[in-house]
Every structure is written in C-alpha cells, then in structure tokens.
C-alpha cells in the first residue's frame, strides 16, 4: 500500500518515484517478488508512468525495472502483460531518449521470449495430452464396443473431457514481433544487440518453425538477412553494455547481460552467428544458394 501511494500523485517529485521505482527494481532480482510486483496494480502504473513522465530520468528507471522485473519473474499474467504492459512498450518505441529505448527493447525481449517458452510448454503439453487421449480413446472404444445405453455415454464422456485438457498458448501480438526484427537493424549498439539476443534464445528453444508459433515468425529471410549483417557489424565506440533484460536463463527471461562493449562485438557476432545456424536447421530452405549443408 505504501509503494502504491507514493507512485502515482501528481505532488510527488520525479526524485521520489524515482525511489520507488528503484527499490522495486532492488526487489527484482528475487523470482518471488518479481511475480507479486508484476502480478499487481503496479504494473499498470509503470505502464502509465511509462507513458506520461515528463522526466527522461523517471522513464529510463521505469523501463529498466520492466526488464528486470520480466526477466525474473517464474508466472505472469496474460492480460496484464498483452493489455497493459505490452502497449506501452511499443508506445515508449519512439521515445527520445535513446537509453529508454534501449531498456524498452529489453523488456520487450523479454515478453517475446516468454512467450515463446509458454508456446513451447503447451505444445509439449499437448504432445501429453494426445498420448492420453489415445489411452483413454483405446478404453473408450473397448467400451463402447462392449456397452451399450448409459455405459457408452459415460465412455464417450471420459474421451470428451480427456481431449479439452490443454489450453491456450500465449500469442505474440504482429507489432511487437515487428518492433523486434526492426530492433535487429537499428543503429544503436545496445538496443541491436538486445533484439540479436531475444531472437537467439527464442530460436535455441525451438524444436520446430510451425506456423503460429514465435520461432515461425522469426524464420524469414528479412531475419536471417539482418542476422547475416549482424555477425559482421561493428559496435559503435562507447556504445555501453546491455547489462540485465532481454530473454535470459531463469525465470520468463533468458539473457541479454553483457552486450556490447568496445568498438567491434564478438559478444554480438557470435549471438548472431548462433541464431543464424539455428534459423537455417529449423528452415533448411532458407539458405543462400550455394551455401553448404
């Protein structure tokens, strides 16, 4: 409640939001408190502040503790993340301040990836699920071939509610999988190199490029281009570490820390170079003619 009143009234300086927002970003690093913080009306407020601080400062803070607070986090909520936060991800896109827009990328990363991993998950679910309908399917027919009146019904109830058990898979909204192959040729450094790793670690985690899926979206030929040209671009002096965000190891994230850095990226070019491969062994079909198998 205390964090919750200091946040959002017009008398509280940026300074002091600021606070908040920076001992929430303290907290974030724990996949417990990540959960709460980000399963609550907080959310929606850094989402709003996201969208409406004057101050740059308030906004890079607010920006880097989504990332971080994604990153962590073990469970997130749908709608909370494709309703409130997404939107205003793709909104602070074209912020002026290009350190936001590097933190904002991250986060985005972040809900992509852990996207991909639920689409993932509710696949393998489903490969479950069909083995036990198939089970219960067998049983069913025995029954049915046996049975007769209320018997069968209760056989082809049992098969009924058998084949319902999974359910939906997150879906990635169009724009923000557009917002992330854009980010795979934007000319800042760090906020390249964050949308090069997201797609990496989404591609690494597929098993397949069906159609629907976030792995089926990135195997394209605009994506593996940009990919080629990432592995050998060089990195804009000074450019500054990507510490922190983007789809890493525990939690919904799975590892942006350390892009960057230097005037040429092997960090980069090697993120690319695996992507790259992992692109062409889910779509053998997309690779340059000529190219060895």
Known sequence: ATLLDGIPSHSTTSAEKSNVVLYCESLASEPRAATLLLNSPLATLFARLLHTSPSAALRLRIA???AALLRHATLLDRGIVLETLLP????AQTDRAVPVRR???????????????QQEHAAASAQHTQGATDGAAGMANAWL??????????????????????????QIPPPALDALTAG???????????AVRTVENVLMRASNALGGHVAAALCTD????ALLEAMGRRSAAGGGGCSGGGASGGGSGGGNAGCGGGPTSSALRGSAAAAAAQLLRLRPDLAPRGAAG
């Open 64 to 66: 880097s503790v989504l």
């Open 88 to 91: 205003a991800l793709l909104a």
């Open 103 to 117: 933190r904002v990328m991250a986060a985005l990363g972040e809900i992509v990836y852990y996207g991909a991993v």
């Open 145 to 170: 071939g046996a049975a007769a009146g209320s018997e069968a019904e209760v056989a082809a109830q049992v098969l009924a509610v058998t084949a319902g058990v999974a359910g939906p898979a997150w």
């Open 184 to 194: 795979l040729r934007d000319a800042d450094a760090p906020t390249h190199h964050y």
């Open 222 to 225: 605009g994506v593996l281009d």
